[in-house]
Nanobody, 123 residues
């Protein structure tokens, strides 16, 4: 499956963005989806995950209450809504797909990755 992420950009502290990730070349509803991010000099870290049906979600503690993951299986798309953005949210955001039904926080369990989209939060 191929993944194409988009929606990143430059936003001020406290602002919002919605990232999208469109899948092609596979059966989207067969995959749980995750979002990860990587800031310069840091390892890629888990942000959020959603099960294949959308019925189960998980978030990193650092983003709980500010970010929301959702999916539309009719559009082969997963979304990440970013609210109340902080400067420490600045990173390249990656979407990823896994065959683990409920998703996972472990990036090594994701076989497919998008190219990343840059989010920059300025003060």
């Amino acid at each position: 499956v191929q993944l194409q992420a988009s929606g990143g950009g430059l936003v001020q502290v406290g602002g919002s963005l919605r990232l999208s990730c469109v899948a092609s070349g596979g059966t989207f509803s067969s995959y749980a989806m995750g979002w990860f991010r990587q800031a310069p000099g840091n390892e890629r870290e888990f942000v959020a995950a959603i099960s294949w049906s959308g019925g189960s979600t998980a978030y990193a503690d650092s983003v709980k209450g500010r970010l929301g993951i959702s999916r539309d299986n009719t559009k082969n798309t997963v979304y990440l809504q970013l609210n109340s953005l902080k400067s420490e949210d600045t990173a390249v955001y990656y979407c990823a797909a896994t065959t683990l039904v409920g998703g996972t926080i472990n990036r090594h369990e994701y076989a497919y990755w998008g190219q990343g989209t840059q989010v920059t939060v300025s003060s």
